[in-house]
């Protein structure tokens, strides 16, 4: 929480972060990092950031504790910071996203600002101190950056307006069109809390970029498989599964503009052949969807691909990994 680098300021980390840094032998190591840079304000070049941003991912938790990861979209500027302490969002969800019922005062949100043509990313984590017809502010409470490993270089194309509004279609089950929207993806985002007991007091609540060669995440029944690669050590996300094993993935229809909402339960494979025969991975973790919903033509931007990340070279696929167990069988 703090960005001191002072050992009377409590850890920066909440337990289940530590614990996996501790497994890993990196908890003096973390704590010192993350006293100095997760910072309780936004720096000046985050603030511009944000502001020149078109689009936004948020994690929020609904009152039943399930995590959502959610896309707010609107021309560059519909964020703004006043104040290092304070992001406004002028943009609403759409009809039927699970967002729009977690937007009130008080709420706890994980927002992620990735800017594709660039490969940059910033976290900012708070709560909402306001809701108005127009959007929603945060303060600030957690504020850091991230490298950009494993994001794709794409460029934004706004579409033209739709002839209809977009439309929600819930589901209990994973249909056709998700299972290869999923199978094919290139990049996901997943939204997790250290707590769901109170979901109005949720902490720890966090919104992270995945992202690997098409194929990636797998798909074992109806469970996915997502790999976990080396990345800054922090370990938002799977600190949070450890101790609350719930999470929302969001992926995106470049093409169409569609977005996939799914919400499930997560378990954590720390090692075994599985994660041996995943190229690049050193854990994997499961997420087994509970219910979701397809949000038609919800995105008013296009993507136009630029190309991989070059650390993609020492990763592999779902696929690769299968025949691989296979073979040593």
């Not at 249909?175 to 094919?184: G, N, V």
């Not at 290139?186 to 250290?194: I, L």
């Not at 190229?279 to 190309?307: K, N, Q």
Request: net charge neutral; with cysteine.
């Amino acid at each position: 929480m703090s960005p001191l680098d002072d050992a009377s300021v409590s850890s920066p980390w909440h337990e289940g972060e530590r614990t996996i840094q501790a497994r890993l032998g990196l908890l003096e190591r973390m704590d010192r990092i993350g006293r100095r840079n997760i910072r309780s304000q936004m720096p000046d070049q985050h603030r511009i950031f944000f502001a020149q941003l078109p689009f936004l991912i948020v994690g929020s938790v609904d009152r039943h504790g399930w995590p959502w990861a959610s896309l707010l979209a609107a021309p560059p500027g519909f964020a703004r910071s006043p104040d290092e302490h304070t992001l406004h969002v002028a943009a609403q969800p759409v009809a039927g996203d699970p967002l729009a019922e977690s937007l009130a005062p008080g709420a706890p949100l994980g927002i992620l600002g990735i800017e594709l043509p660039t490969r940059r990313r910033n976290r900012m984590n708070g709560h909402i101190t306001a809701v108005n017809a127009a959007g929603f502010s945060v303060a600030v409470e957690q504020s850091f950056g991230n490298c950009p490993q494993y994001i794709q270089r794409r460029e934004y194309v706004w579409a033209a307006p739709p002839a209809h509004p977009a439309r929600a279609e819930p589901f209990t089950e994973l249909d056709a069109s998700a299972r290869r929207l999923i199978a094919a993806a290139d990049t996901a985002f997943v939204a997790s809390a250290s707590r769901a007991d109170d979901p109005t007091t949720a902490r720890g609540i966090d919104v992270s970029h995945r992202g690997g060669r098409p194929g990636f995440i797998g798909l074992d029944g109806d469970a996915l498989v997502i790999p976990d690669y080396s990345g800054n050590r922090f370990f938002n996300t799977l600190g949070n599964l450890l101790v609350n094993p719930r999470a929302g993935l969001l992926f995106l229809d470049f093409e169409r503009g569609d977005l996939l909402q799914i919400t499930g339960r997560t378990e954590i494979v720390w090692d075994g052949p599985e994660v041996q025969a995943f190229a690049g991975a050193e854990r994997l973790w499961r997420f087994y969807p509970a219910h979701g919903r397809w949000l038609r033509g919800a995105l008013p931007l296009r993507f136009e691909f630029g190309d991989f990340s070059p650390n993609h070279a020492a990763t592999g696929t779902w696929q690769e990994a299968k025949a691989a167990l296979g073979a040593a069988r």
